[in-house]
């Protein structure tokens, strides 16, 4: 079997990458940049998602191709979230289709869905995405459904938020905060529910996906979640830093969150801002069922395990500039200004 992982020196690339490697896959890796942490039997094809004719050389003998490349909310550029997210998907697309790949393999995003409507999310749920992130993640995936009704065998995932060892962007906020013993914001009482899921349980879901005949749709967290309070008061006592967790009234934080994002003084998105008060979790029984599927971590040892991760690596991390928006540290911006107020 050989594998193309799109967007493979990412941070959950490089964890899919492992994966399948461990599976015995001949693996190569298509990205901008190569990463100082690619295995040597990884083979690494650059280039840009937004070049046919680059992506079409990466994905020639390929048996089957992960799409993993994404503009992430938190660069905020509207033209590269779809020059990316929709005009690269298809380019993708249409090479593997031409290369005679047997599937592709499309990570989407639960952003598509918005502010949710009715709980638990469903995979048959229609998306409706209000924020232009998830706006372009969607016009991917109606490229991808369009080469599903041509006749393409094509999975689309939507992982909720994906945390693991190593995974950093804003988590990297949450932790310094936390390390610092500073309290931890959640809005209003805190007490809605939400969801992630593990890079490793994610990226046995994408492979199961893929070695499954037939064209679909999936919605992907873990089974075992509560409140985003719990979940914070956890880490919080575990780290034991004397960081506490505090309410703060949701609609003026919303749009404090929204008005700092907009003007650029924040590191976070919209989708954010719109979320983290919110309840906002799948359902996955479906998922089990059909991809012969069980996820692993909850949501507390998931973060307790990238937090731990983070203070063993921190000198590291914080002296490598050139990591991306994933895998390294965020200017705080106005948030700075933010944990000395809680």
């Known amino acids: 079997m050989t594998s193309l992982v799109a967007g493979g020196s990412g941070y959950f690339g490089h964890v899919l990458v492992n994966q399948l490697l461990a599976r015995g896959e001949d693996v190569s890796v298509f990205d901008l940049v190569d ?29 089957t191709v992960y799409h993993n490349i994404a503009q992430l909310a938190l660069e905020k550029n509207n033209e590269l979230l779809y020059s ?13 289709r031409d290369a005679g790949a047997r599937k592709l393999v ?3 995003t639960a952003a598509v869905y918005g502010i949710p409507r009715t709980l638990p999310l469903t995979a048959d749920m229609e998306p409706t995405p209000d924020e232009e992130y998830g706006r372009a993640k969607f016009e991917g995936e109606l490229c991808c459904r369009q080469h599903m009704a041509e006749g393409f065998d094509v999975a689309i995932l939507r992982p909720m938020p994906i945390v693991g ?24 009482s805190g007490n809605n529910r939400f969801q992630f899921i593990h890079a490793i349980d994610f990226a046995e879901a994408c492979i199961q996906a893929a070695h499954k005949p037939g064209s679909g749709e999936y919605n992907i967290g873990t089974d075992r979640y509560g409140t985003m309070r719990e979940m914070l008061e956890e880490l919080c006592t575990a780290a034991g830093t004397g960081s506490r967790v505090r309410s703060v009234p ?4 919303v749009w404090g969150m929204k008005l ?18 919110r ?41 490598d500039t050139a ?20």
Request: aromatic content about 10%; proline content about 5%.
């Open 84 to 96: 990316v997210n929709r005009d690269g998907t298809e380019n993708i697309l249409r090479a593997a």
């Open 106 to 108: 499309y990570t989407s």
């Open 165 to 188: 060892s190593g995974r950093l962007g804003i988590y990297h906020i949450l932790f310094e905060w936390i390390r610092g013993g500073y309290n931890v914001p959640v809005l209003g």
């Open 250 to 253: 949701m609609a003026p934080a």
């Open 279 to 319: 309840s906002v979790y799948v359902d996955i029984t479906r998922e089990k069922a059909e991809l012969d599927w069980q996820p692993r971590y909850s949501n507390s040892e998931m973060l307790l395990e990238n937090y731990e991760w983070y203070l063993e690596n921190r000198e590291r991390i914080m002296a």
């Open 260 to 277: 700092t994002t907009l003007l650029g003084l924040s590191p976070l998105g919209l989708f954010h801002a719109q979320l983290y008060g």
């Open 35 to 63: 990463s100082t942490e690619r295995p040597a039997d990884v083979r690494f094809i650059p280039g840009d998602i937004r070049d046919p004719d680059a992506v079409a050389a990466a994905c020639a003998g390929m048996d």
């Open 323 to 342: 990591r991306t928006s994933s895998r390294g540290p965020l200017k705080h911006g106005v948030l700075n200004l933010v944990k000395h107020l809680l």
